[in-house]
């Protein structure tokens, strides 16, 4: 499996938005609608913030929201805040494999 | 609740095999639609799939790491065991357990573990 292709980094200032891509194929992406996001804050393990596309786990504030169109999946955060600083993963079910991105380093200015 | 821990060695010798144990509560692996995977995560690096086993016992690898990797699971004792043959000083990393939701329209990591730092070291 190949790695889902993602920004190396995003950045924003408090209360704006942002969107985060998620690059794959038809093999995973284009294929299955379940694309998942993770946050990851420095020595922490992930965080499950986005299932199945566009579903957020309970808990996760409705700031997170995911979509997806043909073969990329985005995340995007309304409302910026300094927590939200962190790395973000895409993830995606490949048949008989899981793939997931490169990572994405998301600052608040 | 649902917890995951892993144990292990914290440093492997070039050319050893490296047994991880998943040892995990909250849930039965052998209930339908749950599964336990690996994924490792080099220093400063991004997450990197590994194995997965589900609650049939069906076994998944990653493509480039296929030949050396072995996964299984001791439903009894609530454990998965990951081993991973030929350590290289590239293999160091921190490995994670986590629990997998699958099904027909799921698929997806919902509990993680602390991860446990593996390095490779002569």
């Known amino acids: 499996q190949s790695a889902l292709t993602q920004p190396a980094s995003v950045s924003g200032s408090p209360g704006q938005s942002i969107t985060i891509s998620c690059t794959g194929t038809?093999?995973?992406?284009?294929?299955?609608?379940?694309v998942s996001w993770y946050q990851q804050h420095p020595g922490k393990a992930p965080k499950l913030m986005i299932y199945?596309?566009?579903k957020r786990p309970s808990g996760v504030s409705n700031r997170f929201s995911g979509s997806k169109s043909g073969n990329t999946a985005s995340l995007t955060i309304s409302g910026l805040q300094a927590e939200d600083e962190a790395d973000y993963y895409c993830?995606?079910?490949?048949?008989?494999?899981?793939?997931f991105g490169g990572g994405t380093k998301l600052t608040v200015l | 609740q649902v917890t995951l821990r892993e144990s292990g060695p914290a440093l492997v010798k070039p050319t050893q095999t490296l047994t991880l144990t998943c040892t995990f509560s909250?849930?039965?692996?052998?209930?339908?639609?749950?599964?336990v995977s690996w994924v490792r995560q080099p220093p400063g690096k991004a997450l990197e799939w590994l194995a997965l086993?589900?609650?049939?016992?069906?076994?998944y690898y990653s493509t480039s790491l296929k030949t050396r990797l072995t996964i299984s699971k001791d439903t009894s004792k609530n454990q998965v065991v990951l081993t991973m043959t030929n350590m290289d000083p590239v293999d160091t990393a921190t490995y994670y357990c986590?629990?997998?939701?699958?099904?027909?329209?799921?698929?997806?990591?919902?509990?993680w573990g602390q991860g446990t730092l593996v390095t490779v070291s002569s």
């Open positions: 909250g849930f039965s692996l052998s209930t339908s639609g749950m599964c």
């Open positions: 086993i589900d609650w049939d016992d069906d076994k």
């Open positions: 993830c995606s079910y490949a048949g008989s494999s899981t793939s």
């Open positions: 986590a629990r997998i939701i699958s099904g027909y329209d799921s698929y997806y990591f919902d509990y």
């Open positions: 199945e596309g566009s």
């Open positions: 038809s093999s995973d992406v284009g294929s299955y609608n379940l």
